[in-house]
């Protein structure tokens, strides 16, 4: 289904371009832009795939990863088609590559009413970068909040400012994924972007939006693990979304045009868990890994075992109502699902 989109600003020669994503697609007409599912049409900007669901699933939220918003809950996840980067290690290319499928037609309200009949949380917008269907998961998470569930985006933020601000108050919080340790050289070959700055910018705009923010940085052997890269990206999360921001580095594996490279050795993401914590870092793990030493999350304070977890599933809880440990009482930067405890 089409619907006109909500960011983007005419031209003469019916030329259009869009203001989603930071590519700022120059859209002559009849023609779509890089992600493949936004078309000028006579001037206007469309979204293609409104309401065109290609993955729905029904997840623990851990699995986004967000181990710090309201862990435990259930999320109904969605997804459309397109994106606008090009990995070549992409491991939904199957849904991000594809254009003429046969999605299944679902609106907001169905979705809305899915979550509610399967008991869901909330709902994520996943498996494709969903800046490219703002217009659906926008409709859709009005919907949701007025029916008590709430919103998270697993994006790679290269949006624009004026996405993050169409986004503020609707998507509570943010995975943000990183590619190769933040990189140029490896996303200009790699990704096909020519700067990471736009990312940073959202990151920025996002915290102050008063959105959650959790990061994670997929660590590509030979190409993307770089020592200085990583605390590079570290020192830069530190500094400007603070010690207390999560941070998730994850395990590669080989998919789409990257077959030919390894799995991410084990010592390479301990060296980078390493790198977080010397630097300040206070929630620090690693993902694909499924080592409860570093999947669990513990008292930056006094080291006391807060959540237990075996990989996506949460074995204990530690932590009071209040946010705080149980042992030492300090806060924690969390949200705690109500029934959960």
Known sequence: ??????????????????????????????????????????????????GSIAAINLDPIEKKPLFHYKPGASMLSVGTNGCNFNCQYCQNWDLSHSRDVANLEVSPELLVDKALRYKADGISYTYNEPTVFMEYALDTAKLAHKHGLFNTFVTNGFMTPEAVDAASGLIDAMTVDFKGNANTKFAMKYISIMSEQPIFSSLLAM??????????????????????????????????????????????????????????????????????????????????VYDSKYENTYCPKCSALLIER???????????KENKCNVCGEHINIKIVPNIL
């Open 1 to 50: 289904m089409q619907k006109l989109g909500v960011l983007y600003n005419q031209l003469p020669n019916k030329r259009a371009i869009c203001n989603l994503c930071a590519r700022r697609c120059n859209i002559p007409e009849e023609s779509m832009g890089f992600c493949g599912v936004r078309k000028n049409i006579n001037g206007k900007i469309y979204s293609t795939t409104y």
């Open 207 to 288: 915290k102050e939006k008063g959105m959650f923010i959790e990061i994670t940085d997929l660590i590509v052997p030979k190409f993307g693990d770089s020592v200085e890269d990583a605390e590079k990206l570290v020192k830069w999360i530190y500094d400007n979304l603070g010690s207390n921001t999560p941070i998730h580095f994850l395990r590669f594996h080989p998919d789409f045009k990257m077959n030919n490279l390894p799995f991410t050795p084990i010592k390479t993401l301990e060296h980078h868990y390493k790198i977080a914590k010397n630097i300040g870092m206070n929630y620090v793990y690693l993902g694909n």
């Open 310 to 320: 075996l990989g996506i599933k949460i074995l204990k809880y530690n932590i009071t």
